[in-house]
Every structure is written in structure tokens, then in C-alpha cells.
């Protein structure tokens, strides 16, 4: 936490920069807290889906329809966080309907209900959608609070933190889940259930988030010539169109990897768990070597070397069924 305290990193800040330093140092745990729930809870509803017996079809589902909705729910964001009158209520109320929908799968897996594979693609559109609101409204309040001088700082210890907190934890339900391989379902519902305490734990420190623009240390906004914001415009639409064209190549084949792991390889769970902790790993080690690339070499060249690795990850699953291969397949993954 000394880079949060450090005054020279403070330096210009006003006066109230001292409440906002207790805040920021909460927001540390709390993305601990909360890649413990994206370890136990987000990580595994695919390979829970499977275990209540979803069909590729389901699983498609499962994937892809919580995304087009989230689209949607963050076209409706603002509207949303007005009607609950700003945006630390919105983040506090929908990381509340994240745990229960978090809590409703472990519900789910005791109780087994009939259509349970439909319930649980019910479960993950909302569970998107809430995310779809969090995450803008956290992040303009972030905004405000961090100064541009520490900005950069702070985010890579919280994403590592929360990183690192995420990958022990998977890796740790996926031991669990090993062990009560005889009865998932039950297995599942205590790793959802504690990643619905999780949540409950990074609900209490989102808590501590002030008010919409309460320990704003952002400074004021510099006019933009009317060129420069034409020419950003250009840039920015076809940074869309390449972005909605990866994706669409990615999702063909990415909602069947788990699909492919668990149910055509027949693997563990203890082994699905590290094959992804290795892609979490991989991206970890990598973010500042690609910061660094990015700064000498520019920006576009790290999207075009980053896009011609993502067509190899898929081919190296296919021809090596060997879990060499897919380590391989899933540090490339995690570095693109």
C-alpha cells in the first residue's frame, strides 16, 4: 500500500486527497475479494452447466446470449445509474444481484430443478447484465478518485492482486471439485456458494465508495480542437470494426473449449483449473512487456502481432490432444 500513501504521488492533489487514499486502499482488497469471486463463482458456470448435463447447443447459449444482453444493458447504463441516483448506488445495488444470482446457483445445484441447463443460461443474462452496469459506473468513480500521476500504478497492483487472488482460488475449487467428482452438483453448490460470499465480501468495501464526484482528484477537462476529435472519431470506428470482427472469430470456437476439455477430453477438474490459471498467468507476466512494446514500437503493431497469434490457439488443440499442447495453446492465449 505504500504507492497509495506515497505523497509524492499525491503531490497537486487537494486537500481531501486524505479520504481518498482510505477509499483507494479498500478498493485494493476489494479487487481481491472480487477475483476471489470470479475464481469460485464466473469461471466455473460452463463446467457447472456440463455437469447438469447442458448440450453443446446450451452451452452456445450459456456463452453467447449474457454478452449480446450486457451489449445492450451498457447502452442503457446511464439511463439506469440516473434512476437510482448516481453512480456509487448503481455499483452498490447490482454487485448485490450479482451475489444472489451467484447464490441462486448453488440454490440450483442442491435443489435440481427441472430445465436446470435453461435456469442456468437465465442466470448467466443476468448475471451479465449486472456486471454491464457495474463496470462503467465503477470505473468513472475510480476515475475521479485516482490521481493521472498514480493512475497507472494503482491499476496494475489492483489487477495483479486480483489476478493472482483469482488464479488461487480457481485452482483451488478445482481441486475441490476433483476430490467430490462423484457428486459435482453438491461440489458446485459449495464453490458457488462461496464465491456468493465473496461477492458479499467485495459488496461490503464497494460500500466505502463515495458519492458521484465527492473526493474528485481529476482535473478539469482541456479543449479539444474540433480536428483532432474528427480524426479520433476515424480511429475509433475502425478500432470497432476490427474489434467486432476478432470477436466474432473468437466466439465461434471459444464457448466450446470447456465444452471440449470436460466433455470430449475427459479431464479433470484439478487439471481444467490449471490449464486456465496458465492463461491468467500468462496474461499477468505479460501486460507490462506488452506496455513496453507498445511504448517503442507503437500501438497498432501490438494489435497486428496479437491477431496473428490468436488464429494459432485453436490449432493447436485440435492435432495434440496432450496437455502439453494445451499448455502451450493457453500461454499463447493468455499472451494474445
Given at each position: 500500500m505504500a504507492l497509495i500513501t506515497s505523497n509524492t504521488a499525491w503531490a497537486g492533489a487537494p486537500p481531501r486527497s486524505h479520504a481518498a487514499k482510505a477509499v483507494l486502499r479498500a478498493s485494493v482488497?476489494?479487487?481481491?475479494?472480487?477475483?476471489?469471486?470470479?475464481?469460485?463463482?464466473?469461471?466455473?458456470?460452463?463446467?457447472?452447466?456440463?455437469?447438469?448435463?447442458?448440450?453443446?447447443?446450451?452451452?452456445?447459449?450459456?456463452?453467447?446470449?449474457p454478452v449480446f444482453l450486457a451489449a445492450g444493458a451498457q447502452l442503457a447504463e446511464d439511463r439506469m445509474v440516473r434512476v437510482l441516483g448516481g453512480r456509487r448506488r448503481a455499483v452498490v445495488c447490482f454487485a448485490a444481484l450479482q451475489a444472489l444470482a451467484v447464490g441462486a446457483y448453488a440454490v440450483s445445484g442442491v435443489a435440481r430443478p427441472a430445465g436446470l441447463p435453461w435456469l442456468l443460461?437465465?442466470?448467466?443474462?443476468?448475471?451479465?447484465?449486472?456486471?454491464a452496469v457495474i463496470a462503467p459506473a465503477w470505473g468513472g468513480i475510480m476515475a475521479d478518485l485516482v490521481p493521472p500521476q498514480l493512475r497507472g500504478r494503482y491499476f496494475a497492483l489492483r489487477s495483479q492482486l486480483s489476478t493472482l487472488a483469482m488464479v488461487v482460488s480457481f485452482i483451488g475449487a478445482g481441486a475441490f471439485l476433483n476430490q467430490v467428482v462423484d457428486h459435482a452438483l453438491w461440489g458446485f453448490a459449495i464453490v458457488f456458494g462461496a464465491a456468493a460470499l465473496a461477492r458479499g465480501a467485495s459488496w461490503l468495501l464497494?460500500?466505502?465508495?463515495?458519492?458521484?464526484?465527492?473526493?474528485?482528484?481529476?482535473?478539469?477537462?482541456?479543449?479539444?480542437?474540433?480536428?483532432?476529435?474528427?480524426?479520433?472519431?476515424?480511429?475509433?470506428?475502425r478500432f470497432i470494426v476490427f474489434m467486432f470482427a476478432m470477436h466474432f472469430c473468437v466466439n465461434i470456437s471459444g464457448p466450446f473449449f470447456v465444452y471440449y476439455q470436460?466433455?470430449?477430453?475427459?479431464?479433470?477438474?484439478?487439471?481444467?483449473?490449471?490449464?486456465?490459471?496458465?492463461a491468467s498467468m500468462a496474461t499477468l507476466l505479460a501486460v507490462r512487456?506488452?506496455?513496453?512494446?507498445?511504448?517503442?514500437?507503437?500501438?497498432?503493431?501490438?494489435l497486428v502481432v496479437a491477431s496473428l497469434l490468436l488464429p494459432a490457439i485453436p490449432l493447436l488443440w485440435i492435432p495434440f490432444p496432450h496437455v502439453g499442447a494445451f499448455m502451450v495453446a493457453q500461454v499463447l492465449s493468455g499472451v494474445a
Open positions: 482488497l476489494e479487487g481481491v475479494a472480487f477475483g476471489v469471486f470470479v475464481g469460485l463463482g464466473e469461471s466455473y458456470i460452463t463446467a457447472f452447466a456440463l455437469a447438469a448435463g447442458a448440450s453443446p447447443l446450451v452451452v452456445s447459449l450459456i456463452a453467447s446470449l443460461i437465465a442466470l448467466a443474462a443476468l448475471y451479465a447484465l449486472f456486471g464497494l460500500r466505502r465508495l463515495p458519492s458521484d464526484g465527492a473526493l474528485s482528484t481529476r482535473p478539469r477537462r482541456q479543449h479539444v480542437a474540433p480536428s483532432e476529435t474528427d480524426a479520433s472519431a476515424r480511429v475509433i470506428r470436460l466433455r470430449e477430453l475427459e479431464i479433470s477438474y484439478l487439471w481444467f483449473s490449471l490449464l486456465q490459471a496458465v512487456r506488452w506496455g513496453r512494446f507498445a511504448d517503442k514500437a507503437g500501438n497498432r503493431l501490438g
